[in-house]
């Protein structure tokens, strides 16, 4: 009974030994006798009890790996306190077994100096302005010689960049001056556009002003002339019209004069009115002229009759 308890633990072990599920995204190196023999693959592998090992464990997955902050100077002699994180990859488990007794180690302290000697060829404001060129310069680095350790850089991230603190103060006074530039020429911009916009309507206001005023004058000037020439076609209708009244009263008169009993009626009007003037006359003044042969009045009667006649 002892024995096939024994037996039976014997069995579990010797199963236990020759079964081995490796999980996904997962590589292990196994050795026999001490010298590599194969890399397992993810599932369940058979192995050689007693003779075959598992000596390495890789995973497969993307690492981030966090790089020590570290101080570097800069071309101008400035110190700056850096730190980033790097993402790798094991590509090939046998040589990042074999090519370094530890590639984390050598990745990390590799990414270090690299970053020191990329810093240390910029100034300090360059290097806040070119991290993406510090990134690419430090992975191309790292990524050549991580392809011997079986490993894979795939990018790197600088997280901070910390200067001095004198140098932080005086980056702050230098944009906090920048600031006040930018927003006093801001305002000078300010007030020169307004004063240029305050010219400019005052020389549109000026000049619809004139262009008023000039058309206010035309229209004036177009408005007296039109009065002038309405004037003067009423003075000319009317002096025509007085002309055709009193050709019209010639001609009626000439005609009235021909008739019978014409001419008496003629001599008897030119007597009244020659009566009638010399009444106005006493009645206007105290002195009164009168001609030498006043009396007699048939003789001037006869006088205007005869040149009526010669008119008609």
Known sequence: MPFAIVLLVIVVIFIAKTFRVVPQ????????????????????????????????????????????????????NTQLTVDGILYF???????????????????????????????????????????????????????????SWGVKVLRYEIKDLTPPKEILHAMQQQITAEREKRALIAQSEGIRQQQINLATGERSAAIQKSEGDMQAR?????????AAINRA??????????????????????????????MEAVNLKVAQQYVEAFGNIAKQGNTMLLP????????????????????S
């Not at 019209?241 to 009193?246: Q, R, S």
Request: charged letters at 20%.
């Open 25 to 76: 995204q997962e590589a292990w190196i196994l050795q026999r006798l001490g010298r590599f023999h194969a890399v397992l693959q993810p599932g369940l592998n058979f192995v050689v009890p007693f003779v075959d090992a598992v000596a390495y464990k890789h995973s497969l997955k993307e690492i981030p790996l966090d790089v020590p902050s570290q101080v570097c100077i800069t071309r101008d």
């Open 89 to 147: 990859q094991v590509m090939d488990p046998k040589l990042a077994s074999y090519g370094s007794s530890n590639y984390i180690v050598a990745i990390t302290q590799l990414a270090q100096t690299t970053l020191r000697s990329v810093i240390g060829k910029l100034e300090m404001d360059k290097t806040f302005e070119e991290r993406d060129d510090i990134n690419r310069a430090v992975v191309l680095a790292l990524d050549e010689a991580a392809t």
């Open 218 to 226: 035309i229209n004036q000037s177009e408005g007296e002339k039109q």
């Open 233 to 262: 076609q009423g003075e000319a209708e009317a002096l025509r019209l007085v002309a055709v009244a009193t050709a019209d009263a010639l001609h009626a008169v000439s005609q009235a004069i021909n008739e019978p009993g014409g």
């Open 292 to 311: 030498g042969n006043a009396s007699d009045i048939a003789s001037a009667v006869a006088m205007a009759t005869s040149v009526i006649k010669r008119a």
